[in-house]
Each structure stands twice: as C-alpha cells, then as structure tokens.
C-alpha cells in the first residue's frame, strides 16, 4: 500500500489565512486526521497546483462541460513548486475566460497558496463531513484533496 496524502486549502487559489488561522485549522486537522505520519503547513509565493497523482481523472470546461484534453492541461500548467503568478486562460473548447483554479476537475485538485498537508492519517474518508469542518475553520470555501502518488 503505498502512500496518501489530504491536503487541503482554500478555493481561492491566492489566499493565505492569518496566522491565527493557520495555527487553528492545523490543530483541527491534526485532530481530525489523528495518526498521521507527518503534518506540513506550506505557504509559496504564487498559487501551487496541487496534483491528485493516481486520482486524476480529468478535467472539464466549467462552461460547457466539455472533458479537456490531458496534453493541453498538461502543456500550460507549471507543475513545480514555483507555481504559477498567472491561472487566467480560456477554454480550448468554447472559448469561455476562465483561471485554471475555476476548471472543473473531476476529482478534487486545484491551485493554492497555502496548504496543510497530512501523509497517511487514519481517517475513514467522509470529504464531506471535513470538507465542513475546515470551512468552518478557514472562514471561507475550501477544497479537501486526496493524493495517492
């Protein structure tokens, strides 16, 4: 069985909560995510694209629904830790202005500033149910991302 990780980080790929904040949600996590092998709270310069690994299962136009292809993705993010300073695009299917944050991804994935990431947690999975709490938390919209490499 090999690894896997919960990040999670605000919808709002430019975001950075106050210290507070950070100091809050990364206990809450360590609670809610009890056993843990390691606990990482990141922030970078420009938005990250925080990766599903072997959960990718595409994305889509968040105007027409269409599936976008991988290569197009692929061929205009930054996928390194330096990030992106720019996430405007538009959709190679309509057209439609758009960031690369706002894409539909079919399984959760997105951009951030700022991530708490948790490496193999006991945990039974409910997105839902932490996906809740960590709003609550944050004080905003947040995404819960479930990365196996």
């Known amino acids: ?13 430019y975001a950075v909560p106050d210290q507070l904040t950070q100091r809050r949600l990364e206990h809450l ?14 922030t970078s310069q420009n938005p990250v694209f925080e990766h599903p690994g072997e959960n990718w299962n595409g994305v889509r136009c968040p105007n027409c629904a269409t ?26 299917c309509c057209g439609a202005p758009t960031t690369f944050n706002d894409l539909d991804f079919v399984s959760a994935a ?25 709003e609550e938390a944050m004080g905003a919209p947040a995404r819960v991302i479930f990365v196996h490499p």
Do not use: C, H, K, Q
């Open 29 to 42: 996590l360590r609670t809610e995510l009890a056993g843990a092998e390691e606990f990482t709270v990141a």
């Open 110 to 134: 997105g951009f951030g500033r700022f991530r708490i990431e948790a490496r193999d947690p006991d945990w039974d999975w409910d997105d839902r149910r932490l996906l809740a709490t960590v």
């Open 67 to 92: 599936e976008i292809d991988d290569d197009w993705f692929d061929g205009r993010v930054s996928f390194g830790p330096e990030g992106m300073d720019d996430l405007d695009t538009v959709t190679p």
């Open 1 to 13: 069985m090999g690894e896997n990780w919960v990040v999670v980080m605000p919808r709002d790929a």
